[in-house]
């Protein structure tokens, strides 16, 4: 059975201190993306053509980011539904004071936890998260300005902040794996139908992995979405479209956060660089 996850209430709980605008009234029942059986005009409350959203995320070892015993955030990224994409979709929101706009918003409690598990291994958080968002966050049809009231700057950057890490907070990978007897280790190796049934078993639906040579480093998956993303969503979990697995069938190798691991830092650079 497919997960549904909804975050109405707990977006609504996290936004105490509202920006000026508020998202346009959408139907009560709007239909899910990728799954429209009509054509859908008001992109405000259907997303699209960015309708298949991948939460993605990062086991990185060296250098260490983020907690041991977690993987990080890297993003979330409105995919067509065939698997292409657009990028960089309003210069006119590309914005560089991210982190002044959670603390504006009164996000501070959003903000710290970004700070612990939104992290980069080669810049600053807030660089990062520019990248995220201007890359990808300006591609969602449902955080457009024109689908605010009163809207201001900065606003759509803080609900795709918050559905970011919502969703991420959903998915624990690393109790997944390891419920699965799949735990770091620096000899032992795994194949990938291993992991892959791994991360399949709670939600019904496969995802995707990537490795950096034979070292599982990404996780990428995959929802439809109902509704806009700036307010109540429901997510429904979706097999992957476009984004193929990445690793070996066998010999994967899940290293430790422990910083001693023998990857090749300038490769693992060079795939951060060049990152979606």
Not at 86 to 102: F, G, H, K, M, W
Not at 178 to 204: D, E, F, M, Q, V
Not at 207 to 224: K, T, V
Not at 232 to 259: H, M, Q
């Amino acid at each position: 059975m497919k997960a549904i996850v909804s975050f109405a209430a707990s977006m609504a709980s996290l936004s105490s201190v509202a920006l000026a605008g508020t998202h346009t009234t959408c139907p009560a029942s709007p239909q899910l993306s990728c799954h429209n059986t009509t054509v859908q005009t008001n992109l405000c409350c259907f997303n699209a053509p960015g309708g298949q959203l991948l939460q993605t995320q990062f086991w990185d070892t060296d250098p260490v980011s983020g907690p041991t015993n977690s993987w990080t955030i890297h993003g979330l990224w409105p995919d067509h539904c065939d698997g292409s994409f657009d990028s960089y979709c309003d210069e006119n929101r590309q914005y560089t004071n991210l982190t002044a706009i959670l603390q504006q918003a009164g996000q501070t409690a959003l903000l710290s936890y970004m700070n612990t598990y939104w992290v980069s291994d080669d810049s600053t958080n807030e660089v990062f998260w520019e990248h995220e968002w201007g890359k990808h966050g300006t591609c969602i049809s449902t955080l457009a300005p024109k689908c605010y009231t009163n809207y201001t700057p900065g606003q759509d950057w803080v609900d795709f902040a918050e559905t970011v890490v919502m969703l991420f907070k959903s998915l624990p990978s690393y109790t997944w794996l390891s419920n699965a007897g799949i735990t770091p280790s620096s000899s032992k190796t795994y194949t990938s139908k291993a992991i892959l049934a791994a991360l399949k078993s709670p939600r019904g639906v496969s995802a995707s992995i990537q490795c950096d040579g034979n070292d599982l480093d990404e996780i990428y998956y995959f929802y439809d979405v109902r509704g806009p993303l700036s307010t109540s969503a429901s997510f429904t979990a979706e097999n992957p479209v476009g984004e193929s697995n990445d690793c070996p069938s066998t010999g994967i190798k899940y290293l430790p956060k422990t910083g001693g691991s023998k990857k090749d830092k300038s490769k693992s650079r060079r795939r951060r660089n060049t990152y979606r």
